[in-house]
C-alpha cells in the first residue's frame, strides 16, 4: 500500500481526467526544424498570422495595460526595398538578427507588475527566442561569416505595449519575411528534403 502513494496510476480518478483533459486540450507545440521554416512559405505564414493574432487578442484582453513601466528603444523595422536589394546575404541577416537581439535585450530588462502584461509579455518572449533560434542556424546552413559590426543604425522610443507588438509584427512580417526569400534558393537547395 505504501507503493501506491507515489504510483500517479494511485492517484483519484477525477485528477487523472483532470490532467488527461489538461494535456489533450492544450496539446504542446511541436517545434519545426529551421529548414522547414525557411523552406514553407505557407506554413511559415500561417504561423505567424496565427502567433500575431494570439498576441493581439491577449492584448485587447488586458484592458488598461498598455501602458510600459519604462520606455524601450527599438529597432527601425522600415524597409527601403532598393537599399535591401544592394544589401549582402550576410548584411541582411545580420540587420535582422540584431534587430530581433534588441527585442530581447529589452525583454531581459522589462519589469512589470502587471499580470495580464506579465503573462502577454511571455508569450511575445517565446517568441523573440523561436525566432532567434531560427535565424542563428543560417550561418551554419549556408556556411555564410556574419559580420560582427552592429547593424541597428536606427531606433525609436516606445512606452506602449501595442507599439512594440506592432513593430516586432513588422520585423517579422517584413524583413524577415524578404530575408527568407532571399534565402529561400540557398537553404531549400542545399537540403532537398526540405519542403517547398
Given at each position: 500500500?505504501?507503493?501506491?502513494?507515489?504510483?500517479?496510476l494511485?492517484?483519484?480518478?477525477?485528477?487523472l481526467l483532470?490532467?488527461?483533459?489538461?494535456?489533450?486540450?492544450?496539446?504542446?507545440?511541436?517545434?519545426?526544424?529551421?529548414?522547414?521554416?525557411?523552406?514553407?512559405?505557407?506554413?511559415?505564414k500561417?504561423?505567424?498570422?496565427?502567433?500575431?493574432?494570439?498576441?493581439?487578442?491577449?492584448m485587447?484582453?488586458?484592458?488598461?495595460?498598455?501602458?510600459?513601466?519604462?520606455?524601450?528603444?527599438?529597432?527601425?523595422?522600415r524597409?527601403?526595398?532598393?537599399?535591401?536589394?544592394?544589401?549582402?546575404?550576410?548584411?541582411?541577416?545580420?540587420e535582422?538578427?540584431?534587430?530581433?537581439?534588441?527585442?530581447?535585450?529589452?525583454?531581459?530588462?522589462?519589469?512589470?507588475?502587471?499580470?495580464?502584461?506579465?503573462?502577454?509579455?511571455?508569450?511575445?518572449?517565446?517568441?523573440?527566442?523561436?525566432?532567434?533560434?531560427?535565424?542563428?542556424?543560417i550561418?551554419?546552413?549556408?556556411?555564410?561569416?556574419v559580420?560582427?559590426?552592429?547593424?541597428?543604425?536606427?531606433?525609436?522610443?516606445?512606452?506602449?505595449?501595442?507599439?512594440?507588438?506592432?513593430?516586432?509584427?513588422?520585423?517579422?512580417?517584413?524583413?524577415?519575411?524578404?530575408l527568407?526569400?532571399?534565402l529561400?534558393?540557398?537553404?531549400?537547395?542545399?537540403?532537398?528534403?526540405?519542403?517547398?
Amino acid at each position: 500500500m505504501a507503493a501506491c502513494n507515489s504510483f500517479p496510476l494511485c492517484a483519484p480518478v477525477g485528477l487523472l481526467l483532470l490532467l488527461l483533459g489538461l494535456f489533450s486540450s492544450h496539446p504542446p507545440e511541436v517545434q519545426a526544424r529551421p529548414t522547414d521554416f525557411w523552406c514553407n512559405r505557407q506554413e511559415r505564414k500561417r504561423m505567424e498570422q496565427r502567433t500575431f493574432e494570439d498576441l493581439k487578442k491577449d492584448m485587447a484582453d488586458c484592458v488598461g495595460s498598455d501602458v510600459l513601466s519604462s520606455t524601450v528603444q527599438l529597432p527601425s523595422v522600415r524597409l527601403h526595398v532598393a537599399e535591401w536589394e544592394n544589401k549582402t546575404l550576410q548584411q541582411k541577416h545580420a540587420e535582422v538578427l540584431g534587430a530581433l537581439q534588441v527585442f530581447q535585450a529589452w525583454m531581459a530588462t522589462n519589469q512589470t507588475t502587471l499580470q495580464c502584461q506579465s503573462s502577454l509579455l511571455k508569450k511575445l518572449q517565446r517568441q523573440i527566442t523561436n525566432h532567434l533560434l531560427i535565424v542563428n542556424q543560417i550561418p551554419k546552413q549556408i556556411d555564410a561569416v556574419v559580420p560582427s559590426e552592429n547593424t541597428i543604425q536606427e531606433s525609436t522610443s516606445q512606452t506602449r505595449l501595442k507599439k512594440v507588438l506592432d513593430q516586432y509584427e513588422k520585423l517579422i512580417k517584413v524583413k524577415l519575411e524578404r530575408l527568407a526569400k532571399d534565402l529561400e534558393g540557398i537553404i531549400c537547395k542545399v537540403l532537398p528534403s526540405a519542403t517547398t
